[in-house]
């Protein structure tokens, strides 16, 4: 504990809901929730005014738009959350070099390691300065709150939201804390807050009355030594500026419960290589690999292989993650699939076993191809992954394979459909394009209205309503899903100007006197023909068609061509 209100914490009000509603000004001051849109999808964050219908963090979807049904349920844009998430840790980093980020919202901070407080006085300003900063910055509002410890910090900035700022006196802590819910001390959840509650405690102050060794029977001793300690308002642990990682994973939770045995392999085999993708990200190679499958009966189960050492190879992680589900029964169904690699380190010590198998598969060796990161013996390597199993073909590829392989690849010739004489040419069975989905609040940008969001889909169309941050509420538009002219974008800075052409570009079609679109590319095509009146008389015709004396669409079009 310190003498000095010098730790703040700072929490972003509503984070996600928050960036949506700055981006999208025709959500402002509306119910907002943020999560997957899936039958199986739960709430990420939801806005304040989605909180009065009852809506919060962790709720399935499905009970949230039964709550909320006139909310605008989006799916999270992480791409965007990171990049402001940036500028406020930015913000967070130029009063001190002591930040403890603990997610992209949330941080710790040392003020007096960087010499911006020393008292209560100098850190209500510091605090007032910083929420001031983040709001010209990005637009948003944010919660702090000051005291001598990180956990009353914690529990001050819990206390200010939404948009406030609470310090905590030391000397105070007790008479504030008592009055409060246990739930309010950190690691004290539901099911530790249900036990507590059936032994009549239920506030912080009845935590501490009941005395240590009463809490260290009902809870055990660590938990309960460190239940006691904050109940009394004490708590030692510093700000730590760089927290390791302990593993990276990625998990897929599945609208219908998965029975294909060769589907759930190839889920695996992408998670594996999406869990790559973010360890290299993080600058980290991982030796054991975790593969997490929740079944059709809510049971979750963990398999893990510990490799000789640590890998960022994704065919390594690939494999190991084949091996690992065939010891897991999915025969009644799968609702959640992850793989995930732990036991990090910051290099990448590849195992001489697997390098030499690598170079038999690479010679021709089936058997080998299985084995890239076996630990133990080679009886393993054998049965380890079949054709299929590891997302590449074992032996030599059949017909089938060997038309497939080479169309992606764009580096072979074309070859026709299977079956088909040798010879066809390959355009006679054109592939189908897949069909485009346009996810509800996802980034667009139309060559004719500029950017945009999703509000909608659904029968082959497509609802766009195009408006920006810092803009008015913009109009809505409908377009079939495959529409040329719309394209997926990158999500818009919230504070700033956006490019000048994605500014310009909406005004000119949105007039009220403009002609349907349909009608004016034909009448652009027709205004160089020899009866056409000069410009500044063109303009009211071109409103007025058709003309009595214009002649039909179809010999218009060919006039200019003659001219030339």
Not at 71 to 77: D, E, Q
Not at 438 to 446: E, R, T
Request: with cysteine; glycine share 10%; aromatic share 4%.
């Amino acid at each position: 504990m310190r003498a000095a209100p010098t730790i703040l914490h700072l929490d972003m009000d509503a984070f996600y809901a928050s960036v949506e509603q700055a981006s999208k000004p025709s959500l402002r001051g509306k119910a907002v929730i943020v999560g997957g849109l899936g039958p199986r999808g739960v709430v990420a964050t939801a806005s304040y005014e989605a909180r009065r219908f009852g809506v919060h963090s962790a709720m399935p979807m499905a009970q949230a738009r039964r709550l909320c049904p006139n909310g605008a349920c989006l799916i999270p844009r992480f791409t965007l959350y990171r990049a402001v998430s940036d500028v406020v840790m930015a913000l967070l980093r130029e009063l001190s070099p002591l930040v403890e980020p603990l997610s992209l919202d949330e941080a710790f901070v040392d003020l007096e390691a960087g010499g911006t407080a020393f008292d209560a006085e100098t850190a209500l300003e510091t605090g007032q300065r910083l929420r001031a900063a983040i709001l010209a910055a990005t637009g948003l509002s944010a919660s702090v709150g000051l005291a001598g410890s990180k956990m009353l910090a914690k529990v001050a900035s819990e206390e200010a939201k939404p948009d406030g700022l609470l310090l905590i006196e030391p000397g105070t802590e007790r008479a504030l804390l008592a009055p409060m819910s246990v739930r309010t001390l950190p690691g004290v959840g539901p099911a530790t807050g249900e036990h507590l509650r059936r032994a009549g405690i239920t506030t912080v102050g009845a935590l501490a009355e009941a005395g240590e060794d009463e809490l260290v029977r009902m809870v055990g001793r660590s938990h309960g030594v460190g239940l006691y300690r904050w109940a009394r308002g004490l708590d030692d642990r510093p700000v730590v500026a760089e927290r390791d990682a302990k593993s990276v994973s990625v998990e897929d939770t599945f609208d219908v419960d998965l029975h294909d045995r060769v589907r759930i392999r190839g889920e695996v085999q992408r998670l594996a290589d999406r869990c790559v993708e973010r360890l290299r990200g993080s600058g980290h190679s991982g030796r054991t690999i975790v593969l997490k499958v929740r079944r059709y009966d809510f049971s979750t189960l963990t398999r893990s292989e510990t490799l000789r050492g640590p890998t960022d190879d994704p065919a390594v992680v690939r494999e190991a993650a084949a091996r690992l589900l065939e010891a897991v029964d999915t025969t009644g169904g799968v609702r959640l699939l992850g793989v995930g690699v732990t036991g990090l380190a910051d290099y990448t010590q590849e195992d001489l076993f697997a390098q030499s198998m690598a170079s038999e598969a690479a010679a021709g060796d089936p058997a080998a191809a299985g084995g890239a990161a076996v630990p133990d013996a080679a009886a393993e390597v054998e049965g380890a992954a079949g054709p299929g199993e590891r997302g590449e073909p074992a032996g030599p590829a059949g017909p089938e394979e060997s038309a497939g392989a080479a169309a992606p690849g764009g580096s072979a010739a074309p070859v026709g459909p299977v079956g088909a004489p040798e010879g066809a040419p390959a355009s006679v069975t054109p592939e189908p394009a897949p069909e485009r989905r346009w996810p509800a609040g996802s980034d667009v940008l139309h060559t004719v209205y500029g950017p945009g969001w999703v509000q909608g889909s659904g029968v082959g169309r497509v609802t766009v309503r195009f408006e920006q941050p810092g803009s008015a509420p913009g109009r809505v538009r409908t377009f079939r899903v495959e529409d040329p002219e719309l394209e997926p974008s990158d999500p818009l800075p919230l504070v700033g100007k956006p490019e000048p052409e994605a500014r310009a570009e909406p005004e000119a079609p949105a007039g009220p006197e403009a002609p349907p679109r349909s009608e004016a590319r034909p009448e652009s095509a027709a205004r160089p023909g020899p009866e056409a009146p000069p410009r500044s008389e063109a303009r009211p015709e071109s409103a007025a068609r058709p003309e009595p004396e214009a002649p039909p669409r179809s010999e218009n079009r060919p006039e200019p061509e003659a001219l030339a």
